[in-house]
């Protein structure tokens, strides 16, 4: 069983920065894309970012030019550098590992991360 370790939540004020991260499996067979969804109270989960095996990253557009998603190889680690944050980011932010290897599909999900901005 995989299981992802996320943290880097907390409660900010609009406007100052936060970093998320995600620890993963030590070694992946195959590609993966691996990433943060987000869900806030009321709404479905959505992307927030995610960044693939290769290195080429994906942003929601409410998030473009405010949030960075990176990578280490040191057990498949993900982080969100997350600037300028807007009270609308407040959400429970999952740490989320999809692998595809010959033809088969897996995915993972971490257990949330509360991601607070309130003035």
């Known amino acids: 069983q995989v299981r992802l370790a996320e943290s880097g939540g907390g409660t900010v004020q609009p406007g100052e920065s936060l970093t998320l991260s995600c620890a993963g499996p030590?070694?992946?067979?195959?590609?993966?894309?691996m990433g943060w969804y987000r869900q806030a109270p009321g709404q479905e989960r959505e992307l927030a970012a995610t960044?693939?095996?290769?290195?080429?990253?994906k942003y929601a557009d409410s998030v473009k030019g405010r949030f960075t998603i990176s990578k280490i190889n040191v057990n498949n680690t993900v982080f969100l550098k997350m600037d300028n944050l807007k009270v609308e980011d407040t959400a429970v932010y999952y740490c989320?590992?999809?692998?595809?290897?010959?033809?088969?599909?897996?995915?993972?999900w971490g257990q949330g991360t509360q991601v607070t901005v309130s003035s």
């Open positions: 030590r070694r992946i067979v195959g590609s993966y894309v």
């Open positions: 960044i693939t095996s290769g290195g080429s990253p």
């Open positions: 989320n590992l999809y692998i595809s290897y010959v033809g088969d599909e897996i995915e993972y």
